[in-house]
């Protein structure tokens, strides 16, 4: 089993629509949990961090679900600009600085 | 943005030679790290630096080794490429341990012919 696992998609949906990815994590000693985005060919750009409490950056949202060891992405009102791939992150353990990484669910939304 | 910068952006060059990876920062971040990612693997850490001259190994560490002589340089070093090394490198900083997350430069793509 990897470490981080993700659907690698794509998810193909209409602009307007909402979408959630899951990202499952084998680690129970993870502590930091992270949301990248990926665009073709760039650099992985960090979208928000994820909090126990769980945490909403206008169209995203971010939740933990520590028993099910897995985080979520929830996208509302997708945009055209919202095409990407979605990388989780997770830290390897307790006090960790290495960052384990999904490989990535891409999306692709559609006029 | 992060202040990250990789040299060179891109490389083509032939199996059995050496090549040599930059990043550069200026944020002053302690932990710095070198990523390959291809197609179906994602992200896989080759090695690490949690400050000057202090290195560690990644998942895919052989064939590569690294320098890091000063806090803002961090050095990837092919000594012999081959071409499995051909890839998009990608080089992380990180300003602080568990818990905060990795900035990463505009990447390497790197083509071992």
């Known amino acids: 089993r990897k470490e981080v696992e993700q659907d690698p998609g794509p998810f193909n949906v209409p602009e307007g629509a909402t979408v959630a990815f899951n990202c499952t994590y084998s680690n129970s000693a993870s502590q930091s949990f992270f949301w990248y985005r990926q665009d073709c060919r760039k650099e992985p750009k960090l979208l928000m961090s994820?909090?126990?409490s769980g945490n909403e950056d206008g169209r995203f949202t971010a939740q933990l679900n520590r028993a099910s060891q897995y985080i979520s992405l929830l996208i509302r009102d997708s945009k055209l600009s919202d095409s990407a791939t979605y990388l989780c992150?997770?830290?390897?353990?307790?006090?960790?600085?290495?960052?384990?990484f999904g490989s990535g669910t891409r999306l692709l939304v559609r006029p | 943005d992060a202040g990250i910068t990789q040299s060179p952006r891109h490389k083509v060059t032939e199996t059995g030679t050496p090549v040599t990876l930059r990043c550069h920062q200026t944020e002053n971040h302690r932990y710095m790290y070198w990523y390959r990612q291809d197609p179906g693997h994602g992200l896989r850490l080759i090695h690490y630096?949690?400050?000057?001259?202090?290195?560690d190994k990644g998942e895919v560490s052989d064939g590569y080794s690294v320098s890091r002589s000063k806090t803002e340089d961090f050095l990837l070093t092919l000594e012999s490429a081959t071409s499995s090394q051909t890839s998009v490198y990608f080089c992380?900083?990180?300003?602080?341990?568990?818990?905060?997350?990795?900035?990463f430069g505009d990447g390497t793509r790197l083509s071992i012919l």
């Open positions: 992380a900083i990180s300003g602080g341990g568990g818990g905060q997350p990795q900035h």
């Open positions: 992150a997770v830290h390897e353990g307790d006090s960790s600085y290495k960052l384990i």
């Open positions: 994820v909090y126990s």
């Open positions: 630096s949690y400050g000057v001259k202090d290195t």
